[in-house]
């Protein structure tokens, strides 16, 4: 199993980004799939997830600005940034909470860079 997220770089205030996470391999299921996002100095926080039945939850922070989705027969969530803030900046993880092999696994992606500057 791999998990692949993408889609971050430097974006001006007001901008936007989408990050994509992408699982591959042989998963049985993906129940759930969270984003985090961790600025320096500070704790990771949740920004947003999405169920394998489409119920979707947002951060106070990113309401109204960031949509998560899905496209289940590719296995990919997405992170649809707009309306992107100086404090939106930090480091962003996806986090499937998956089952395969007869157990549920709690994977981790790379992290992908936001970087939200004039």
């Known amino acids: 199993v791999q998990l692949q997220a993408s889609g971050g770089g430097l974006v001006q205030p007001g901008g936007s980004l989408r990050l994509s996470c992408a699982v591959s391999g042989s998963i049985v299921s993906i129940n759930a799939v969270n984003w985090y996002r961790q600025a320096p100095g500070k704790q990771r926080e949740l920004v947003a997830f999405?169920?394998?039945?489409?119920?979707?939850h947002y951060a106070d922070s990113v309401k109204g600005r960031f949509t998560i989705s899905k496209n289940h027969a590719v296995n990919t969530v997405y992170l649809q940034m707009n309306s992107l803030k100086l404090e939106d900046a930090a480091v962003y993880y996806c986090?499937?909470?998956?089952?395969?092999?007869?157990?549920?696994?709690?994977?981790w992606g790379q992290g992908t860079q936001v970087t939200v500057s004039s």
């Open positions: 986090n499937p909470l998956t089952y395969y092999s007869g157990s549920s696994h709690d994977l």
């Open positions: 999405i169920t394998s039945s489409n119920i979707t």
